[in-house]
């Protein structure tokens, strides 16, 4: 609509003043060179117009002329242009899907089209890599590098190459350069950030860590300084208590349910005589994470009191996580450790029919201690050998009694997480054949009861009663072989030893006759 407007205006000031000048005629004389000319105002107005727009239409062609070249050059360039776009699209697709010989050929046309263009490198170095051709995808890197168009490129790609030949010390120091090169490459950062935490190195990852605090999430942020923290203070626990116990503290600030950082804060304020604030630390984090190291820490807060003493605090700390397996099995031992064996029994009651490890190795203690009952100990003791895992430290495959800041297989920042190990991988087992013994005479029927371990751990009978006559190939019973029945040894006690409760003898078990071994229900 403005555009309107203003059309119509400067067309109206035209109109007026052709109006304006033809009801004011008036001549113009010219004598020039012994020539005179005389026309009116509007006539010389024309021939100037024209005059104009010949001289513009001669000076546009003659500046055509002139800019050919140029022209055609860049056109020239376009269409070289437009097929290296082209090649490059194909050639990523080509990297992308697996295609070498596609994608040599794209990479070769590219090259022969835009030599130079950091695409251009790019698809040169990628096919490279998908060709198996290390040497040269590394010459394209470094040539990349070099540029500073392209050179956090040419960085990441170095530092790749480096990883897949193991060498780890340039793998770094290409990190590093990039790091410095441009502190928003997150790769480079947490390439760096591992590297100083597999060596160790606490105070240069709090440091490179504060440098690179806006590019992280706060959340982020908090959680890697409060694990960086609890790093240093668990490595200058010994050298310089006052370092350790700051950073302790800060630690828990930043992320509470950080258990080290609370159990080592606990610990250490304990020590200072701030029972109150170390109560508060630590049951903060028992609230979120129950945890032994936790309830450990709680159970020392006072190292003079007395074991009954050191049981009311840990029945009241239990509380605070009810029903948490953790909790029943502090309380248990804070219970042993004060002979109420009564407690201790009824802490661990809700779990004994599902037992872990840390259950069964605790009622075999039990057991020693309230009734010197070596055999239920024993019965405990082994239970446990085939009990669920208890949760640890774990992380990419490697289990840690102790917390520890960084993975020690690739230095990853908290990647320790408190869980039950991965379990159930089996080394094969190679049998041997089994011995040839000469055939025994069978006799015609068999009978008894053999015992079975099922899937839950139990025991049940199996009565065998199958006629043997039919069966000239000396092989077991079906009843026998088919499922199979690993052997079962029994257990036998030792004259001066209990062991536990005498199995009651079945009606229908049946004693062999040599030896008097019985095959038990």
């Known amino acids: 609509m403005i555009r309107i407007i203003l059309f119509l205006i400067v067309v109206g000031a035209l109109a007026a003043g052709v109006t304006w000048l033809a009801d004011r005629p008036g001549d113009v004389v010219v004598t020039w060179q012994g020539q005179h000319i005389e026309t009116s105002v509007m006539v010389l107005a024309a021939a100037v117009l024209a005059t104009v727009i010949v001289l513009a239409v001669i000076w546009t062609i003659v500046r055509a002329i002139l800019r050919s070249p140029a022209i055609i050059a860049r056109l020239r360039r376009h269409r070289r242009g437009v097929r290296a776009y082209e090649a490059i699209s194909q050639g990523l697709i080509a990297v992308g899907s697996g295609d070498t010989a596609a994608a040599q050929k794209h990479s070769a046309a590219v090259n022969r089209l835009a030599p130079g263009e950091p695409l251009a490198l790019l698809l040169h170095a990628q096919s490279a890599q998908l060709a198996g051709d290390r040497a040269s995808a590394e010459q394209v890197f470094r040539a990349m590098a070099g540029r500073p168009d392209t050179k956090p490129l040419g960085l990441h790609g170095l530092f790749v190459e480096a990883h897949r030949r193991n060498d780890h010390a340039g793998a770094r120091a290409y990190a590093e350069e990039a790091a410095r090169t441009a502190p928003s490459l997150g790769w480079a950062s947490r390439a760096v950030l591992e590297a100083r935490c597999k060596d160790g190195d606490w105070a240069g990852a709090l440091a490179l860590l504060e440098a690179n605090a806006r590019t992280l999430a706060r959340e982020v942020y908090r959680r890697q300084r409060a694990v960086l923290l609890t790093a240093r203070a668990l490595a200058t626990q010994d050298t310089d208590r006052d370092v350790s116990k700051a950073s302790a503290l800060e630690a828990v600030k930043l992320d509470p349910t950080l258990v080290p950082a609370a159990a080592l804060a606990g610990r250490q304020l304990a020590e200072a005589g701030q029972t109150r604030k170390a109560a508060r630390i630590l049951e903060k984090a028992w609230r979120a994470f129950p945890h032994p190291d936790l309830a450990q820490a709680y159970a020392d807060l006072r190292l003079g009191d007395a074991a009954?003493?050191?049981?009311?605090?840990?029945?009241?700390?239990?509380?605070?996580?009810?029903?948490?397996?953790?909790?029943?099995?502090?309380?248990?031992?804070?219970?042993?450790?004060?002979?109420?064996?009564?407690?201790?029994?009824?802490?661990?009651?809700?779990?004994l029919a599902v037992p872990t490890k840390r259950i069964a190795l605790l009622m075999a203690e039990l057991e020693r201690a309230e009734r010197n009952d070596e055999g239920r100990a024993r019965e405990w003791l082994a239970r446990a050998v085939h009990a669920t895992p208890d949760p640890?430290?774990?992380?990419?495959?490697?289990?840690?009694?102790?917390?520890?800041?960084?993975?020690?297989?690739?230095?990853?920042?908290?990647?320790?997480?408190?869980?039950?190990?991965?379990?159930?991988?089996?080394?094969?087992?190679i049998e041997p054949e089994p011995a040839q013994e000469p055939a025994t005479p069978m006799p015609s029927v068999v009978t008894g009861v053999v015992t079975r371990e099922t899937s839950a751990g139990s025991v049940e009978p199996m009565p065998i009663t199958e006629p043997m006559s039919s069966r000239g190939d000396g092989e077991m019973p079906s009843a026998v072989s088919e499922p199979r029945v690993e052997p079962v040894i029994p257990l036998v006690h030792a004259p001066d030893d209990p062991g536990p409760d005498a199995i009651e003898e079945d009606e229908n078990a049946v004693e062999q006759d040599n030896g008097g071994w019985r095959i038990f229900r």
């Open 308 to 351: 009954r003493d050191r049981l009311k605090r840990i029945e009241a700390f239990a509380k605070k996580a009810a029903g948490h397996v953790e909790g029943a099995l502090a309380t248990a031992r804070a219970a042993l450790d004060a002979q109420e064996f009564a407690k201790a029994r009824e802490a661990l009651a809700p779990y």
């Open 392 to 429: 640890e430290w774990t992380t990419d495959g490697h289990v840690s009694k102790q917390w520890l800041p960084a993975s020690p297989v690739n230095g990853r920042l908290d990647a320790f997480e408190w869980r039950v190990p991965l379990t159930g991988i089996v080394a094969p087992v």
